[in-house]
């Protein structure tokens, strides 16, 4: 599921907000080890206060929902990485993490994020898959 995981393009992010709403937004994200990390890259928002950054500053617990649908429902699966967050606003592990994402997303080597980047520690993880290979 691992292998899956780093190979899908797009999860989503769920974030809790301060009255207690869950907040969900899909992510261009990349996994090492136990981290994912997901920038704040330049794609149109509605606003550039993002409500996902003012959630994990107010509650770090979130979790990443990474699947893949297919009209063939024996290839379908699903993982969740529940984890706490921590915003990467400048420093070595930012840097590292947008040098990931760079060689994942070819839109990121065209044009580098220049946002924070969220770096979820991943503490549990709960997946499916109707053919587990």
Not at 45 to 66: E, F, G, M, Y
Not at 78 to 106: C, F, N, Q, S
């Amino acid at each position: 599921m691992r292998d899956r995981v780093r190979a899908a393009r797009v999860g989503r992010l769920a974030t809790v907000g301060p009255q207690e709403r869950p907040h969900l937004v899909p992510i261009c994200f990349a996994l090492e080890g136990d981290v994912v990390y997901s920038a704040v890259d330049e794609k149109p928002k509605r606003s550039t206060r993002l409500r996902r950054l003012a959630n994990i500053r107010a509650n770090p617990h979130v979790a990443v929902l990474v699947d893949h649908y297919d009209e063939d429902w024996t290839q379908l699966w699903w993982v969740r990485l529940d984890g706490t967050a921590r915003i990467l606003e400048d420093g070595p592990e930012r840097e590292h993490a947008l040098a990931l994402l760079r060689e994942k997303y070819e839109q990121y080597r065209a044009r580098p994020p220049t946002g924070p980047v969220i770096a979820v520690c991943v503490e549990r993880r709960r997946d499916w898959a109707a053919d587990p290979q």
